[in-house]
């Protein structure tokens, strides 16, 4: 049985949620500006928990959130972490494949 959680598997979706995670700062940036209903702050840092580099893209492309100290200290923090965990990856695949 092939597992669906492979490495690639799991870099496509944080692709993907990265992408979303662009998008959403993008349309609550857009609905500021026009000062209708906006995406829930919960809702941007649970994205920015597993694709923070989406939201700190949109954060500086759109300076979105930047006066937001939840947002400025966490999703740099976050994107931190994430390349560590990436860098763990990258290392499992090479123990495995060449090691």
């Known amino acids: 049985m092939k597992l669906i959680f492979n490495y690639g598997n799991i870099v496509i979706l944080w692709g993907i949620i990265n992408l979303i995670g662009f998008l959403l700062m993008k349309i609550d940036k857009l609905k500021a500006k026009k000062g209708k209903w ?18 700190l893209a949109a954060m500086v492309l759109f300076h979105h959130k ?29 123990i495995k494949y060449l090691g």
Do not use: D, M, N
């Open 38 to 55: 906006r995406i829930s702050e919960r809702t941007l840092i649970i994205f920015s928990i597993f694709g923070a580099y989406g939201i």
């Open 66 to 94: 930047l006066s937001k100290k939840k947002f400025y200290i966490l999703v740099p923090i976050l994107s931190l972490f994430q390349i560590f965990l990436i860098l763990w990856c990258l290392r499992e695949i090479i």
